[in-house]
Every structure is written in C-alpha cells, then in structure tokens.
C-alpha cells in the first residue's frame, strides 16, 4: 500500500511588508526536521515568491496572501496564492550589482523547479519544489 501524501499546511498573512516574516518563523515552526541548509534554501524560496506577491500582485479577498506547504518524499513544495497580477514572475537576465531583479533567478537555482499559473477566479498560484538530500 502507498504511503498517504502529507496534508498540505496553510497559512494567511496580511498583504504587507511584514509577510515574509511571518512566513519564516511558520516554516521554522512546521519543519523542524529539515537540516539547516534545506531550511535556509526553503526559507530564501518562500520569502521570494511572498515578498513578490505582496510587491507585485493584489491581495486576495481579505487583504491576505495564502501560503501553503507540502512535504514530499524527495522535496518540500511551497505555493504563494495572491489576488492576480498584470505579470507573471519570470527570471531576469541579471546584473549582480542591481538593487532588484534577482528574486526569481535565486528561486530557479534553489529549486528543482518552479511555476506560475492564473487560476479560475482570477488568483495567481506560485510554486517551488526544494529538494531535500
């Protein structure tokens, strides 16, 4: 028989600038099992995909961006749901010694994948799978 797949966790923050912080201290609170460099890659990932959808998108009904986790077998998925946006992220050609641009270039070199989509309703779901070694 399979093994059941983990029930995603979930957490609501306000869509302001304190949202990645709250963010960090929930995923150091729900995976506490994951070593120190698995942790810091899933934290600089869901600090990234948060930060861009409060920058970059509107707020879901509420004024709160969703954030929802699941931990696999071989990875740890992170999912940002926001209110809709104009954009899509996409990686930027980067200059190291610009100020912004970088976020989603560091999300696509710490995880073994990412994605983007526009859902039904018109909200926007981010997501990124960080491996765990």
Same mark, same amino acid.
């Given at each position: 028989?399979? $093994?059941?797949?983990?029930?995603?966790?979930?957490?609501?923050?306000?869509?302001?600038?304190?949202?990645?912080?709250?963010?960090?201290?929930?995923?150091?609170?729900?995976?506490?099992?994951?070593?120190?460099?698995?942790?810091?890659?899933?934290?600089?990932?869901?600090?990234?995909?948060?930060?861009?959808?409060?920058?970059?998108?509107?707020?879901?009904?509420?004024?709160?961006?969703?954030?929802?986790?699941? $931990?696999?077998?071989?990875?740890?998925?992170?999912?940002?749901?926001?209110?809709?946006?104009?954009?899509?992220?996409?990686?930027?050609?980067?200059?190291?010694?610009? $100020?912004?641009?970088?976020?989603?270039?560091?999300?696509?070199?710490?995880?073994?994948?990412?994605?983007?989509?526009?859902?039904?309703?018109?909200?926007?779901?981010?997501?990124?799978?960080?491996?765990?070694?």
């Amino acid at each position: 028989m399979a $093994a059941a797949t983990p029930a995603p966790e979930r957490l609501r923050v306000p869509h302001q600038a304190g949202a990645p912080n709250l963010v960090r201290r929930w995923l150091r609170e729900s995976l506490p099992d994951l070593t120190d460099d698995i942790r810091d890659d899933l934290l600089v990932v869901a600090t990234e995909l948060v930060s861009n959808a409060v920058r970059h998108a509107r707020p879901l009904p509420g004024g709160e961006v969703s954030v929802s986790l699941v $931990a696999g077998h071989g990875d740890v998925e992170v999912r940002v749901v926001d209110g809709g946006s104009l954009t899509h992220p996409h990686v930027l050609s980067i200059n190291l010694d610009s $100020a912004h641009g970088r976020g989603m270039f560091i999300v696509s070199k710490l995880s073994t994948g990412w994605g983007a989509r526009t859902l039904g309703d018109g909200t926007q779901e981010v997501w990124a799978r960080i491996p765990v070694r």
